[in-house]
């Protein structure tokens, strides 16, 4: 469920996690990564997910 919160761009999780923008687009095409919403032609993120996904990653 997505909060009030800012929604992240693909740079802003990119930043976040330390991981290059192209390594986010090859975990969406093969199912890995966090889950991201399409608003027209660009990828959002929901903060809470990113961080519940990391999370996810260290267990």
Request: no cysteine.
């Given at each position: 469920?997505?909060?009030?919160?800012?929604l992240?761009?693909?740079?802003?999780?990119s930043?976040?996690?330390?991981v290059?923008?192209?390594?986010l687009h090859?975990?969406r095409y093969?199912g890995?990564g966090?889950?991201?919403y399409?608003?027209?032609?660009?990828?959002?993120?929901?903060p809470a997910?990113?961080?519940?996904?990391l999370?996810?990653?260290?267990?």
């Amino acid at each position: 469920m997505v909060t009030a919160e800012r929604l992240w761009t693909i740079q802003d999780v990119s930043a976040f996690l330390v991981v290059p923008v192209g390594t986010l687009h090859q975990w969406r095409y093969l199912g890995l990564g966090p889950a991201a919403y399409r608003v027209g032609r660009h990828l959002r993120y929901d903060p809470a997910a990113v961080k519940a996904w990391l999370s996810e990653q260290a267990s």
